[in-house]
């Protein structure tokens, strides 16, 4: 069982940087792969990053290529979202999940746990 908190949202101008960060608890966090996936209104949740356990395997979106990176740190239970370059349309809730398998995943399915959210607004 993980537990999972994202934190780091908030209103930023186009062209702007945040940078989300999602704690975890438990002492598996090492063994887990993590994403990130948002949500606009009125839309469905689409990936956005995910990283494998050992940070070896990454995958990204199209629309956030070159512009997000995700990283994490094992040694305190987070995984982080730098996002630079935002854009209007990245104006979503964005969620940290993670999944037992340790694999990097695009897929929405393969993730358990997932955390509240956390809502960036990019205004133009």
């Known amino acids: 069982q993980v537990q999972l908190v994202e934190s780091g949202g908030g209103l930023v101008q186009a062209g702007g940087s945040l940078r989300l960060s999602c704690a975890a608890s438990?002492?598996?966090?090492?063994?887990?792969?993590m994403g990130w996936f948002r949500q606009a209104p009125g839309k469905e949740r689409e990936f956005v990053a995910a990283?494998?356990?050992?940070?070896?395997?990454?995958y990204y979106a199209d629309s956030v290529k070159g512009r997000f990176t995700i990283s994490r740190e094992n040694a305190k239970n987070t995984v982080y979202l730098q996002m630079n370059s935002l854009k209007p349309e990245d104006t979503a809730v964005y969620y940290c999940?993670?999944?037992?398998?340790?694999?990097?995943?695009?897929?929405?399915?393969?993730?358990?746990?997932w955390g509240q959210g956390t809502q960036v607004t990019v205004s133009s």
């Open positions: 999940a993670a999944s037992r398998g340790g694999y990097s995943s695009t897929r929405s399915v393969d993730f358990g746990y």
């Open positions: 438990g002492r598996a966090f090492s063994s887990y792969g």
């Open positions: 990283i494998s356990w050992s940070g070896g395997t990454i």
